[in-house]
DNA sequence: GTCTATAACGGGATAGAC
DNA sequence: GTCTATCCCGTTATAGAC
């Protein structure tokens, strides 16, 4: 690829970044370093991407590529409601798990561009609730569920599902946890959020 | 007071901060407009505060005090769980309603300072919940209540209590809500909330 | 379109003299 | 405690090479 939006340069970059990211903490990474393990010159870098917070939102919805789409179908698919929710834990925690970036970057995104909503249109993409609400709302008529507010209920389950991930640090210090020990809580707590969700909805 | 934490100039720059903070966002005022403003040097203003960062979170720790302690009261008084629930979740909404920046500050900075989460001094002391474990424990030996872990079950609480006020902008987007509908949903959902935990709670 | 070199500006942080 | 000078970093700009 020889165009400016794919080119092994730019990928470097990213890839260098991300790594660096990850490794250091986004504050304590230098774009003059990036560019340097990277191998090029730090106005190319921002030929490419004209800032440090450009870059990482390109880093950002490049992620939410890889993985948003795992996420989106599993809230239209055509799952009795208990597997459906069952799944849409796991597989949202495996995906927080195996990419820690993710949640601080949604958050210092939203927090920065308040104001600019087309920003937030990547992020907004993950939510598409409406064959879940519809769900809900048929599986309350028949009395198979408690009648609850859809939104509610899924605002409840991504709070349920992501803040822990925000407050990560906050958690292992409060509880005395080291890395494996923190990864054993969040595991375990995919099984108490399913548990908290199915006995909201219980009639 | 001429003592270094005490001073005059000390609190005059963290009244000027805090003015400037609320009134432009913290990343669009710098440093030696605060100093400036507040008629000191900008090199004494750093004597004092080693970093902007550091200033932020001494500002941030000293706004919570007051709302702090009415919070941590809560979940050591000697109340009906259900009572003290209830109560729980009302009380931080409301503190949370009164100053809608605190959460975006705790998050960007527990996100800054990912490995020292220890400095958060005034954040950790929120979450003494000692007294509330050991009751939900005694609740559960009774058969009053679901056995559930008590520390996820406290975690499960503040996530769908603060969560929300994290992407706040996120929900209005989506949801299309002015700030008085935003503010409605916020209302509706300290009932949604308290049914959840209750539910997840019955045996 | 891709890449280098270099200079400059503004903002945060620091050393050291007083 | 106070101030000057300086440094580092993100960012912008320019001029030019391939």
Known sequence: MDTK???ATRLK???TARELFIAKGVDRV????IAAKAGVNLSLMNYYFQSKENLLEEIFEQSIKDNGQKIRQILNAE??????????VNTYTDVLVEDPLLVPFVLSIIHRNAEQAPRL???HSLYNTEAFSKQLRQEAEKG???????????ISMISLILFPFAIKPLIAYRMGLNSEEMAK???DRR????IMLMATLRP
Not at 79 to 86: C, E, F
């Open 5 to 7: 939006h794919g080119s």
């Open 13 to 15: 970059l990213m890839e």
């Open 30 to 33: 230098g774009v003059r370093e």
């Open 79 to 88: 799952l009795p409601l208990d597997s459906k929710i069952k799944l849409y």
């Open 121 to 123: 249109k990547s992020v």
């Open 144 to 154: 198979h569920i408690r009648n609850i507010d859809p939104e509610q209920f899924f």
């Open 185 to 187: 809580f969040l595991e």
């Open 191 to 194: 099984e108490h959020i399913y």
